[in-house]
């Protein structure tokens, strides 16, 4: 099993930036696939980013890219996600989530990809 904790969400003004960590336990994720999903009030939870079990291939959601990175330290288990230019429309509840390896990267912008969830962290972008 692995556990998964998100922290680093908080108050922001479009246009600035804030960092979110996943930091995982009770089992390495250098094995894993990683992912951030994010949830707005009253709509279902969408894909954001992925990373691979290495760090060396990532994809991104159109509505992110270019704003967000998506990256990972597997030394320390865990998983980031920094995120630039925020705007109001980025304002969700974000998720992280771990899967096994071993498929295409497109696979992992859905959420039966992944068998692990973090309780979430809120980000809000004040206009």
């Known amino acids: 099993q692995v556990q998964l904790v998100e922290s680093g969400g908080g108050l922001v003004q479009a246009g600035g930036s804030l960092r979110l960590s996943c930091a995982a336990s009770g089992r390495a994720i250098s094995s894993y696939t990683m992912g951030w999903f994010r949830q707005a009030p009253g709509k279902e939870r969408e894909f954001v980013a992925t990373?691979?079990?290495?760090?060396?291939?990532?994809y991104y959601a159109d509505s992110v890219k270019g704003r967000f990175t998506i990256s990972r330290d597997n030394a320390k288990n865990t998983l980031y996600l920094q995120m630039n230019s925020l705007k109001s429309e980025d304002t969700a509840v974000y998720y992280c989530a771990g899967g096994l390896s071993g498929w295409s990267m497109s696979y992992y912008t859905t959420h039966g990809a992944y068998d692990y969830w973090g309780q979430g962290t809120q980000v809000t972008v004040s206009s």
């Open positions: 990373i691979n079990w290495s760090g060396g291939s990532t």
